[in-house]
């Protein structure tokens, strides 16, 4: 993994540059398979911050979601 961190300091025409590792699964109520949830790295970012996300498949609105425990940050405060 650190040769593919060395490719993303070379110079390119991309404004944003992402790494996307797969984790886990979060399990559901029903048995069988569970919610795919991905690491998201925003590794280049020009004019901008790098950050990194949890992300879970679509929740009940058809739109990816935080998992619960990062949704409510106030909560954990």
């Known amino acids: 993994r650190q040769a593919e961190a060395a490719d993303f300091g070379q110079p390119t025409a991309a404004a944003t540059r992402w790494r996307v590792t797969a984790l886990p699964s979060a399990p559901l109520p029903v048995p069988g398979v569970g919610r795919p949830r991905w690491f998201v ?3 280049r970012c020009r004019a901008g911050a790098c950050a990194d996300f949890e992300l879970e498949a679509c929740d009940e ?3 990816l979601a935080l998992p619960p425990h990062l949704a409510d940050r106030s909560a954990a405060t």
């Open 61 to 63: 609105t058809g739109r």
């Open 41 to 43: 790295e925003l590794i």
